[in-house]
């Protein structure tokens, strides 16, 4: 490496945050403030929540799975659950069928105003962050008065659902719902058409269609760019396959797909729409009957120790596909071979390009953007490679960089 | 340009709090003197809030019903159930996930949740953290 010709600086970011589902790496490449080249090293830390699994029966793997993340709880419960039925040919009744894409949907509406959150907080408005974790608060409480508990709801079972959605929880959902279809058009002025948030996300972190595609990426982050791609219509699962569905895409809104983060934040906000719609769809529509097909959770057991078979679970997670791969042997009464495919892995790829000539203070936004849990930015080092010297960001001084890009864009005129 | 935000935070500082409230306002400096205080009605606190109805909490065990079959050990993940020479279980709090498996598999109806969220204990292995001991 020649000292005298390259100027660039290498800036690594990551890799470890206890939050993160998927801890990463990302190595920067600097010329100055402009970023010219961004590697993202996915890997960084092993949980071995897969050995884990390995060493249990397929009833205990249940409330294993859904403890991989602590958002998309009910995702991997699901997936798990799904690819299991899928070995052992168990097939869910209706009923369970319509009871988990409620809840599938209830958590995308949480995850999406999470990230609604979590975007404000990156650019700097710490009042949305309040403000939209306050509004999450209420399918909070639904999902809690549904499953019991706040956080890892314990619902699935082999062959169906755990507890059922009875008519005297109709109510309390359909106010829930009232309550986001009024806040709606408020979370739309103050995400699309404030001057200063249109500032920060319009024109960055631009992934076009023809790297989205190439670079297989999945969920909102790839929809933003015009992609049509979701799981829930082109191989419907649970009762996704009795709704009728559409794309969620920005040029459906009159917006155009640039796939930069203002298009994810259309995607995001109107899949929360989307979503109350399927709600109340499935609440209205929802079949009469038993809520799991096996009942007898003792012979359940015994057949899942005996039989084998290998399955697939897919779901379109609030951050894109994830899939599940199980496989069950006769010898062993534990899963003989768990595989988890979560969305972030796919997305990460897409931090290339999305990267590639923005700036420093924009880091934080964009690694935002396709919603990976963004604990994960704990240090970043400055290489100076001309002069050998180390220069470290932590994350509170890269965050202080990308309020002050606010403030200068604004002029100062917002605190 | 006074837009959504500035009007959305200015609305805020009048709307009731979105989070719960802590038993007291000011920690106490001496929590012995607090509960004293507490039981002569001379300190007010603010009541837990209410659990939802299908509330995951402490389990409770019903020896006698119990017939030792061990399903509730197999299904359950964290290995908080452990079963005894006497045919019936051990049951630690502290390991507990509350997934309930062991409530639904439960050929008797032994295991039952009740509504118990408060289990701090001095230590792991605390008198009332361990059913059945």
């Known amino acids: 490496m020649s000292r005298e010709k390259d100027t660039t600086y290498e800036v690594p970011i990551g890799p470890i945050h206890p939050a993160l589902k998927e801890p990463f790496l990302i190595k920067f490449k600097l010329k100055g403030e402009e970023i010219v080249d961004a590697e993202p090293f996915p890997g960084m830390n092993h949980r071995g929540i897969e050995f884990m699994g390995m060493h249990r029966n397929p009833m205990e793997v249940i409330p294993l799975s859904e403890r991989i993340c602590g958002i998309c709880s009910i995702v991997h419960q699901h997936m798990f659950t799904t690819a299991t039925e899928h070995a052992l040919s168990i097939e869910p009744t209706n009923r369970a069928r319509y009871i988990r894409t409620i809840m599938c949907e209830l958590e995308r509406i949480h995850s999406h105003i999470l990230w609604a959150g979590v975007a404000a907080h990156e650019i700097g408005f710490d009042t949305h962050l309040h403000f939209t974790w306050k509004i999450r608060e209420k399918v909070m409480d639904l999902l809690e008065y549904i499953a019991g508990n706040r956080v890892n709801y314990s619902m699935w079972t082999f062959g169906g659902v755990r507890r059922d959605i009875t008519e005297e929880m109709y109510p309390k959902i359909f106010e829930t719902l009232e309550y986001y279809e009024n806040l709606y058009e408020k979370l739309e002025e103050i995400f699309l058409e404030d001057p200063s948030i249109k500032l920060r996300t319009r024109g960055v972190g631009v992934l076009t269609k023809k790297d989205a595609l190439e670079l297989c990426g999945v969920g909102p982050t790839v929809r933003a760019s015009g992609v049509k791609k979701d799981v829930r219509i082109d191989q419907p699962y649970a009762a996704y396959g009795d709704l009728d569905l559409d794309y969620v895409i920005p040029s459906r809104y009159g917006f155009e797909n640039k796939g930069d983060v203002f298009c994810k934040t259309v995607v995001r906000l109107k899949e929360l729409l989307q979503s109350v719609d399927i709600i109340k769809k499935c609440v209205e529509q929802m079949p009469e009957g038993e809520i799991t097909s096996e009942p007898k959770k003792a012979a359940l057991l015994n057949k899942l120790g005996k039989s084998a078979g290998e399955g697939i679970g897919r779901i379109e997670a609030p951050r894109g596909e994830a899939i599940h791969y199980v496989r069950l042997s006769e010898e062993r009464d534990d899963v003989d071979c768990w595989k988890i495919r979560a969305s972030t892995y796919n997305n990460l790829s897409t931090y290339a390009p999305m990267f590639m000539g923005e700036q420093i203070a924009d880091i934080p936004l964009i690694a935002a953007s396709i919603d990976p849990c963004i604990g994960c930015m704990d240090r970043a080092e400055i290489i100076d490679i001309n002069r050998g010297e180390v220069q470290s960001y932590t994350k509170e001084e890269l965050h202080e960089l990308s309020v002050k890009k606010t403030k200068q864009i604004t002029k100062g005129g917002v605190e | ?133």
Not at chain 2, 12 to 21: S, V
Not at chain 2, 49 to 59: A, E, I, S, W
Not at chain 2, 66 to 87: H, M, R, T, W, Y
């Open chain 2, 1 to 133: 340009m006074p837009t959504q935000t500035i009007y959305t935070l200015i609305k805020q500082l009048f709307t009731k709090k979105a989070t719960n409230p802590f038993p007291v306002k000011y920690t106490p400096e001496n929590m012995h003197d607090a509960a004293e205080l507490i039981e002569k009605d001379e300190l007010e606190i603010n009541p837990p809030v209410d659990v939802p109805p299908n509330f995951r909490g402490k389990l409770k065990y019903d020896i006698e019903s119990c017939i030792g079959c061990q399903l509730c050990v197999k299904v359950c993940p964290s290995q908080a159930l452990v079963f005894k020479e006497d045919n019936t279980v051990r049951h630690y709090v502290n390991r507990c996930t509350f997934c309930g498996q062991c409530v639904d598999i439960c050929p008797t109806d032994s295991f039952e949740f009740t509504d118990e969220f408060l289990m701090a204990g001095p230590e792991k292995l605390y008198e009332d953290l361990v059913l059945n001991p």
